[in-house]
């Protein structure tokens, strides 16, 4: 199975700072990474697709980069409705489907 | 407006049987593949199970396999999950969530709200 590491596991913030999260695979997954939101109470949500590709409707603050084994999930500029849990999940052509352990974005 | 709403989530004891049901709109069902993925109370995302767009190919995890059966009924919009021999590590909320059917592998984007499965004496 292709294990998805990502860190930090949780990060203190403030409205309007740069914050990124990174996400590492066990091999090589080429551009095969998503990334998801998700809010309390409330079921993921897709953010980024291929590695890089902004989801419709999803904010341009939020953007991807990587490929390989290393990615990341960067935030440009936090709002408030940013506060919330991040995944990883690598869409590779082995299954099992893997995600990360997530990410935990909290209020500073 | 892409709809998926779950259904059949109960308290069962370990050993029982249970059968989630999700009920599809708002997209041509029979074009995509299907998921259902779990997430254990205050734990991450756990992929559960695939089928393909004819329910001609099926996939698990390992901590399913030979326990779960998954299928779907194209003339309903439904997708269901068959779930046996159950465990108290079973215990999770159950999403249904639709493939995003592109060339990127298999990935999420449209998901229910859940339904919640609980596996205790």
């Known amino acids: 199975d292709i294990q998805m590491t990502q860190s930090p596991s949780s990060l203190s913030a403030s409205v309007g700072d740069r914050v990124t999260i990174t996400c590492r695979a066990s091999q090589s997954i080429s551009s095969y990474l998503n990334w998801y939101q998700q809010k309390p109470g409330k079921a993921p949500k897709l953010l980024i697709y291929a590695a890089s590709s902004l989801q419709s409707g999803v904010p341009s603050r939020f953007s991807g980069s990587g490929s390989g084994t290393d990615f990341t999930l960067t935030i440009s500029s936090l709002q408030p409705e940013d506060f919330a849990t991040y995944y990883c999940?690598?869409?590779?052509?082995?299954?099992?489907?893997?995600f990360g352990q997530g990410t935990r974005l909290e209020i500073k | 407006e892409v709809q998926l709403v779950e259904s059949g989530g109960v308290v069962v004891q370990p050993g029982g049987s249970l059968r989630l049901s999700c009920a599809a709109s708002?997209?041509?069902?029979?074009?995509?593949?299907m998921h259902w993925v779990r997430q254990a109370p205050g734990k991450g995302l756990e992929w559960v199970s695939l089928i393909s767009w004819d329910g001609g190919s099926t996939y698990y995890a390992d901590s399913v396999k030979g326990r779960f059966t998954i299928s779907r009924d194209n003339s309903k919009n439904s997708l269901y999950l068959q779930m046996n021999s159950l465990r108290a590590e079973d215990t999770a909320l159950y999403y249904c969530a639709k493939d995003m059917g592109d060339s990127s592998g298999y990935y999420f984007d449209y998901w229910g709200q859940g339904t919640l499965v609980t596996v205790s004496s």
């Open positions: 708002g997209f041509t069902f029979d074009d995509y593949a």
């Open positions: 999940q690598q869409s590779y052509s082995t299954l099992p489907i893997t």
